[in-house]
């Protein structure tokens, strides 16, 4: 289970700070690529921004130097700082993560139940 919280309105230019716990304990869970991707209304889900176990970190072009993704793996939470918000970041943010839950197991993808960033004036 991944849980969401953070999101609000803010006024071009503001800044927001997501945060996402992952559920999940145990000698065989794992947790590969965690992550942030947004749909703003209308339109696809976009990548924001990926961070791997290995510390290789992704952005989508249209927020990098602006958005920074962090990840706590003693706290199973990812964090996603944006700063200089634009109206046109205004979306659904959901919390990905690629998880293995057992030893054995496969790696899966889950997904968080989004949290609304709405930047206006």
């Known amino acids: 289970q991944l849980v969401e919280s953070g999101g609000g309105l803010v006024q071009p230019g503001g800044s927001l700070r997501l945060s996402c716990v992952v559920s999940?304990?145990?000698?065989?869970?794992?947790?590969?690529?965690l992550g942030w991707y947004r749909q703003a209304p209308g339109k696809q889900r976009d990548m924001v921004a990926v961070k791997t176990s290995g510390g290789t970190t992704n952005y989508a072009a249209s927020v990098k130097g602006w958005f920074t993704i962090s990840r706590d793996n003693a706290k199973n939470t990812v964090y996603l700082q944006m700063d200089s918000l634009k109206p046109e970041d205004t979306a659904d943010y959901f919390c990905y993560a690629r998880i293995r839950t057992a030893i054995g197991s496969t790696f899966r993808d889950y997904w968080g139940q989004g949290t609304l960033v709405t930047v206006s004036s």
């Open positions: 999940g304990s145990g000698s065989g869970f794992s947790m590969s690529v």
